[in-house]
Nanobody
Framework: VQLQASGGGLVQAGGSLRLSCAASGRTFSANGMGWFRQAPGQERRFVAHIRWSSGITSYVDSVKGRFTISRDNAKNTVYLQMNSLKPEDTAVYYC????????????????????WGQGTLVTVSS
């Protein structure tokens, strides 16, 4: 499975961006997909997760009400709509997938994911 993230860029504070992550390769089947981000000088951290089958979503507190994760099953694509962006949202954003068969996993943990995209840079200016 290959994940291709896109949609990053430079935006002013208060603006919006939509990130996309397209999955390709062997027949894609995921339990869930997530977005993580890594700000300069910081560790990579969880942002959002979506259960592929149910569409149930989860977010880190700092983005709740501003970011929305969604998926398009037909296109094997997950999105991250980011509104009301703040300078502290500046980071490289990574998408990731849980493709193994497991009913339960810790979606906030990087090591739960077995496929990763290459990252896309989001820069929010003040």
């Amino acid at each position: 499975v290959q994940l291709q993230a896109s949609g990053g860029g430079l935006v002013q504070a208060g603006g919006s961006l939509r990130l996309s992550c397209a999955a390709s390769g062997r027949t894609f089947s995921a339990n869930g997909m997530g977005w993580f981000r890594q700000a300069p000088g910081q560790e990579r951290r969880f942002v959002a997760h979506i259960r592929w089958s149910s569409g149930i979503t989860s977010y880190v507190d700092s983005v709740k009400g501003r970011f929305t994760i969604s998926r398009d099953n037909a296109k094997n694509t997950v999105y991250l709509q980011m509104n009301s962006l703040k300078p502290e949202d500046t980071a490289v954003y990574y998408c990731a997938a849980v493709t193994y068969d497991s009913g339960t996993y810790y979606y906030t943990r990087e090591d739960s994911y077995d496929s990763w995209g290459q990252g896309t840079l989001v820069t929010v200016s003040s």
